[in-house]
């Protein structure tokens, strides 16, 4: 299964999730793997593809000056069979090993299954990813639009 995520729009992107139905996103932190929106995607060779309906919005930002790009959103998480008691977990380029969100040298991922939300951003300053509040969660972390 695939450890490469992408981000090229609002429509095309992955995100990281348990490799089985059902999973608790922090206790497979070591063991997620990158799902897609679509089957394919370019630079995120061996993917899976999200189950339909998984996303509900997605909302694209790209900072040129910065160099990240970034999608927030709401899930369904009855779609991936994700607990309404998980309250969630971080994925970054150290967890799970060797993930990476192709054309950038660091990644950082929320996903709060509680409030159906997700975040991931892909940069090439490791600050502009902070990997430090993972309790923090989506809106705090990395801001952005969750309607």
């Not at 060779?45 to 997605?58: D, E, H, S």
Request: aromatic content about 8%; proline content about 6%; some cysteine.
């Amino acid at each position: 299964m695939g450890q490469t995520g992408t981000i090229l729009s609002q429509t095309d992107f992955c995100i990281f999730l348990p490799p089985k139905f059902g999973g608790d996103i922090a206790l497979n932190e070591d063991r997620a793997v990158a799902f897609c929106t679509k089957p394919n995607m370019p630079g995120a060779a061996n993917a899976q593809v999200l189950p339909a309906g998984f996303i509900k919005t997605a909302h694209f930002v790209a900072n040129t000056t910065a160099n990240w790009v970034q999608v927030t959103g709401r899930i369904d998480r009855s779609k991936y069979g994700l607990s309404p008691k998980d309250g969630g977990g971080q994925y970054d380029m150290r967890a799970p090993v060797g993930a990476l969100c192709n054309g950038y040298k660091s990644f950082v991922q929320l996903t709060e299954p509680d409030a159906q939300i997700y975040c991931i951003r892909c940069c090439q300053n490791k600050t502009d990813c902070p990997v430090n509040k993972s309790t923090h969660g989506c809106v705090k972390v990395l801001g952005g639009s969750y309607l």
